[in-house]
């Protein structure tokens, strides 16, 4: 494929990282969906990966070695190198204290920015496929009128319905891969971060809806285990984590 020029603001070492991992990803042949496929990511976080826009989890950029069949070590020296000096043109600042693009958005830094996914009519992508077909099914699961989908802060008390969808997981109160939730977010997706969790073997508590410090703690032990930023805030790559059906 044609990449993109890289960003002007990245220096040497950033511009050597992303053009190794630009050749093990031509090198794998496959495409940003197939990527997302076999690995925890997403296709949109791998584009930012390659195209120098957000600098790439440890977890990422093992899962390129793997799938390239490249010795891991010495992508993983270019990395730790990269990231003393990293800088973007989207985010301005040096990577340390920084390690993905949604670093900064944890509680305590104003309103959680929504990512809304772009769908195409033409195609779409696997993920949005999967959630069409199984919305209706879990529709029939969301609290009743009255219960905690129903009141004005969303929380109180809601139940936990698996279903599986290809190697996607449900768990009946949100259909949802993409929107953030974290401390003292409430209502169905809160809710179902601490089914999935509860599906994972970790303990949030309560399935009340209301995440609160212990969910965030689990969701941060599901983070360590999945080898992504640890920051407490279920964004894109920690649903896919919850969603990852065993």
Same mark, same amino acid.
């Given at each position: 494929?044609?990449?993109?020029?890289?960003?002007?603001?990245?220096?040497?070492?950033?511009?050597?990282?992303?053009?190794?991992?630009?050749?093990?990803?031509?090198?794998?042949?496959?495409?940003?969906?197939?990527?997302?496929?076999?690995?925890?990511?997403?296709?949109?976080?791998? !584009?930012?990966?390659?195209?120098?826009?957000?600098?790439?989890?440890?977890?990422?950029?093992?899962?390129?070695?793997?799938?390239?069949?490249?010795?891991?070590?010495?992508?993983? !020296?270019?990395?730790?190198?990269?990231?003393?000096?990293?800088?973007?043109?989207?985010?301005?600042?040096?990577?340390?204290?920084?390690?993905?693009?949604?670093?900064?958005?944890?509680?305590?830094?104003?309103?959680?920015?929504?990512?809304?996914?772009?769908?195409?009519?033409?195609?779409?992508?696997?993920?949005?496929?999967?959630?069409?077909?199984?919305?209706?099914?879990?529709?029939?699961?969301?609290?009743?009128?009255?219960?905690?989908?129903?009141?004005?802060?969303?929380?109180?008390?809601?139940?936990?319905?698996?279903?599986?969808?290809?190697?996607?997981?449900? !768990?009946?109160?949100?259909?949802?891969?993409?929107?953030?939730?974290?401390?003292?977010?409430?209502?169905?997706?809160?809710?179902?971060?601490?089914?999935?969790?509860?599906?994972?073997?970790?303990?949030?508590?309560?399935?009340?809806?209301?995440?609160?410090?212990?969910?965030?703690?689990?969701?941060?032990?599901?983070?360590?285990?999945?080898?992504?930023?640890?920051?407490?805030?279920?964004?894109?790559?920690?649903?896919?984590?919850?969603?990852?059906?065993?």
């Amino acid at each position: 494929m044609r990449w993109k020029a890289l960003p002007p603001s990245l220096d040497d070492n950033g511009r050597r990282f992303v053009s190794t991992l630009r050749q093990l990803k031509d090198h794998s042949g496959l495409t940003l969906k197939a990527l997302q496929a076999k690995t925890y990511f997403s296709a949109s976080s791998w !584009a930012r990966y390659l195209n120098g826009t957000a600098f790439p989890p440890v977890a990422a950029v093992e899962a390129l070695a793997r799938i390239a069949d490249e010795d891991v070590g010495p992508l993983l !020296a270019l990395r730790d190198t990269a990231e003393k000096t990293w800088k973007t043109a989207e985010e301005g600042t040096s990577a340390v204290g920084h390690q993905t693009e949604r670093a900064t958005n944890g509680p305590g830094t104003g309103s959680p920015r929504i990512r809304v996914a772009a769908l195409s009519l033409a195609g779409g992508t696997v993920l949005f496929s999967a959630v069409l077909s199984v919305a209706l099914v879990l529709d029939t699961h969301r609290p009743a009128p009255g219960s905690a989908g129903g009141s004005g802060s969303g929380a109180g008390k809601y139940e936990c319905h698996y279903t599986r969808h290809g190697d996607l997981l449900f !768990a009946g109160n949100s259909t949802t891969s993409s929107r953030q939730v974290m401390l003292n977010s409430t209502g169905p997706d809160a809710a179902e971060v601490q089914c999935l969790l509860l599906r994972h073997e970790l303990s949030p508590g309560d399935v009340d809806g209301y995440f609160g410090p212990r969910t965030q703690t689990q969701v941060e032990r599901l983070q360590e285990q999945g080898h992504i930023p640890a920051d407490g805030v279920v964004g894109e790559d920690t649903w896919r984590l919850l969603r990852h059906a065993r």
